[in-house]
């Protein structure tokens, strides 16, 4: 393997129009600080690079919804995410911004650059114009009629109503976002990258050079690479941005994604004169951690830039992770369906390698992965409480019970197998704490730091010095097995803190603190080391790492959870009341009155969904198997597009159970199940707010 002499560490630049969730945490910038407090342990040569992401689209829809301008939206929310990444020891070396004046230059003059090397192709298009506010729209600035689903307000790139993929040409009727003008299609001229000419660089550096890759992320690549690439646009209509500099260009920025990454370059030259030994050297070991959403832009396109502008090294890896959902569900900023750090951090003061803990115990490394109050919970009850706090903590109490508050010293003549066997987990721990972290197995590393806390419970539980000192007689008679036991602990106490520091930093300090050493202790070469605290030195009482989360708290996050997605869906279904041009949709017409004989005519019963499957070849059917009692029924129902199959299951639903059965796609439907629609369109099941019996009678 290569010697590197430098690292240079990169976690993904978020967008600057709102505060970060635990779903961000996740995916990137833990596991990259994670990596970078190892390396700074190991005394490498290493750089920190973060900041915020600071133009595109979402930065202006974020302004016209709020109200304000971009720059105001932008210097917000950089505090705001800056605050928060502190806040949760995610240690950047700097973390700049894409609006600072460096960042501008150093782009523009590697488009420039670029450009002059003859590497753009040109290229007019016809886009959507916005006659009223005479400009070009970007996708989301579209609005128009859903194909898929007939939602009049989904985007140009996404109708949110029934999550179709879309193009602004798709959209029936398309209209402006701005000003709810019908648009016209104007020629526009933009550069674009031939990505198609980098085909064999890439097939070399990446497929062939880099199978070591995570499998999600090579995988991607070469899905993307064996399909053929094709010439990108790097720049974009809008007055938002970094212009364009080229003297025919104006109204012109550079593409977000041919801007942004660029922005790990010009931090780094803001901080520090020495910014060319970290990105032109081969000595230098490039890492960027993103999340799944970002892997083609960071390692197809990113390296085309490097490889096409020249003298940049390129990315030695890209442990890219997947999705964090929440409690079940997908995380939805819209929907205020996330878990939102600086919320965290003001419910949960001094509790930040909680969350850091149960973060990287369950991160999403190789698949989506979840996390839930309950399991927050129930990892730092039974982990860090009831394993990790609580060997320290039995530790310093005996030592300041049973040693006068001193570090005993050690008696090699009574050592025995089972002070061998704790020694032994301790330099193993080491070694495959260090396997773990050099190859980003961040999960396993983390196990591998509890496992070892376990291996001393067991050692002092099989010691059990606490018995050989049941009376003052005893405990002068083995007083020598009491020092070696507690030594030992105290040992493997302060090798704790050095194994957890990558991950749970505070916690780290606050074992030195205690133990009286300086955090110079925590260097990675002492791992595994026996002579970290002296014997005969003093030490703090005991206090409590960690404390126990109780049930009421979690009940507290969770209703919040529901309290906020409630709000939001409500304010978007008020939104989507009203059509562009701001009348309220008219309700329903009404149907014409019924005699109650026509009403008694309904057997209306309450059923519970039992199976429930996708309806081959039919994206709207979902064929459910209902019990109502009496008997188990197979219903047909227009629902897929409003639920998965998994969503419905142990549902209660009120079943029309004497409606004349009716093939549908060759299956015979035995009942319809009533459905109500929110002004937003989405179906809501009409069921009794508790349980009840199945095939209860609804009257």
Excluded at 65 to 82: A, C, F, L, N
Excluded at 377 to 402: C, W
Aim: aromatic letters at 10%; hydrophobic letters at 40%.
């Amino acid at each position: 393997m290569a010697k590197f002499n430098r690292y240079l560490i990169t976690a993904a630049l978020p967008y600057a129009n709102g505060p970060v969730h635990i779903g961000h945490l996740a995916g990137c910038y833990l596991p990259a600080d994670i990596y970078v407090r190892y390396l700074r342990a190991k005394k490498a040569d290493v750089k920190f690079i973060g900041g915020t992401d600071e133009h595109g689209v979402p930065i202006t829809i974020t302004a016209m919804r709020e109200g304000v301008t971009p720059q105001d939206v932008v210097d917000k929310y950089h505090k705001i995410i800056s605050d928060s990444f502190s806040d949760m020891g995610i240690s950047f070396d700097i973390f700049s911004r894409t609006t600072n004046p460096v960042h501008h230059e150093t782009a523009s003059a590697f488009f420039k650059k670029m450009y002059d090397d003859g590497l753009f192709e040109e290229h007019e298009s016809e886009q959507y114009f916005d006659t009223a506010n005479n400009v070009f729209l970007a996708d989301r600035y579209i609005i128009g009629t859903c194909p898929n689903c007939g939602n009049p307000n989904a985007y140009g790139d996404q109708c949110e109503r029934c999550g179709t993929t879309l193009s602004p040409d798709e959209l029936i009727n398309p209209r402006s976002a701005l000003s709810d003008a019908p648009l016209v299609k104007k020629l526009t001229k933009h550069w674009y990258m031939p990505l198609q000419n980098y085909e064999p660089f890439l097939k070399e550096w990446l497929l062939d050079g880099h199978k070591e890759w995570k499998n999600n992320v090579y995988g991607q690549c070469k899905s993307w690479i064996d399909n053929g690439l094709q010439s990108r646009a790097m720049t974009r209509d809008s007055n938002w941005g970094i212009k364009v500099p080229l003297p025919d260009a104006e109204g012109k920025v550079l593409y977000v994604w041919f801007d942004a990454p660029i922005g790990y370059i010009s931090a780094t030259k803001e901080l520090t004169p020495d910014w060319a030994d970290y990105w032109c050297k081969d000595d230098t070991k490039l890492v960027h951690f993103i999340g799944k959403d970002n892997i083609v832009f960071h390692c197809i396109i990113f390296p085309a830039m490097l490889k096409a502008h020249g003298n940049f090294v390129l990315p030695e890896n890209v442990p890219a992770n997947e999705f964090l959902n929440l409690e079940g569900e997908k995380i939805s900023t819209s929907r205020n369906w996330a878990v939102w750090v600086d919320d965290y951090v003001k419910d949960f003061p001094d509790q930040q390698d909680v969350l850091r803990y149960v973060l990287c115990s369950t991160a999403p490394e190789t698949k989506d992965n979840d996390f839930s109050w309950k399991d927050f919970q129930d990892r730092n009850n039974n982990e860090l409480v009831a394993i990790f706090g609580n060997f320290i903590n039995r530790t310093m109490v005996l030592m300041h019970k049973l040693c006068g508050g001193k570090v005993p010293v050690f008696h090699q003549e009574i050592k025995d197998a089972t002070d061998d066997a704790l020694i032994a987990a301790i330099q193993q721990g080491r070694k495959n704490i260090e396997e773990s972290l050099e190859n980003y197995r961040f999960r396993e590393a983390l196990a591998e730091v509890i496992n070892v806390a376990r291996e001393g419970n067991k050692y002092l539980q099989e010691k059990a010095p606490w018995l050989l000192a049941k009376t003052p007689e005893l405990q002068a008679a083995n007083q020598q097995a009491i020092d070696n036991c507690l030594h030992l602990c105290l040992q493997l106490t302060a090798n704790l803190a050095i194994f957890a520091n990558p991950f749970l930093p505070f916690t780290a300090k606050k074992i030195c603190h205690m133990l009286k050493v300086v955090d110079r202790i925590l260097d990675w070469e002492n791992a595994g080391s026996l002579k970290l605290v002296s014997v005969g030195y003093s030490l703090r009482p005991p206090e409590l790492l960690f404390k126990k989360v109780e049930d009421e708290e979690v009940a507290t996050q969770v209703a919040r959870l529901h309290e906020r997605r409630a709000k939001a869906e409500a304010a978007k279904a008020a939104a989507a009341g009203h059509t562009a041009s701001g009348e309220v949709k008219p309700a329903a017409e009404p149907k014409a009155t019924i005699e109650f004989e026509d009403f008694a005519k309904l057997d209306l019963r309450v059923g519970t969904i039992l199976e429930a499957e996708k309806v081959a070849k039919a994206d709207k059917l979902l064929k459910l198997l209902v019990d109502i009692g009496t008997e188990k029924r197979t219903v047909v129902s227009g629902i897929a597009l409003h639920f998965t199959p998994e969503e419905v299951i142990g549902k209660q639903v009120t079943l029309v159970a004497n409606l004349a059965p009716r093939k549908m796609r060759g299956i015979e439907s035995q009942g319809m199940i009533l459905m109500a629609e929110n002004a937003a369109g989405k179906l809501v099941f009409v069921n009794p707010d508790a349980a009840v019996d199945a095939g209860s009678e609804v009257r």
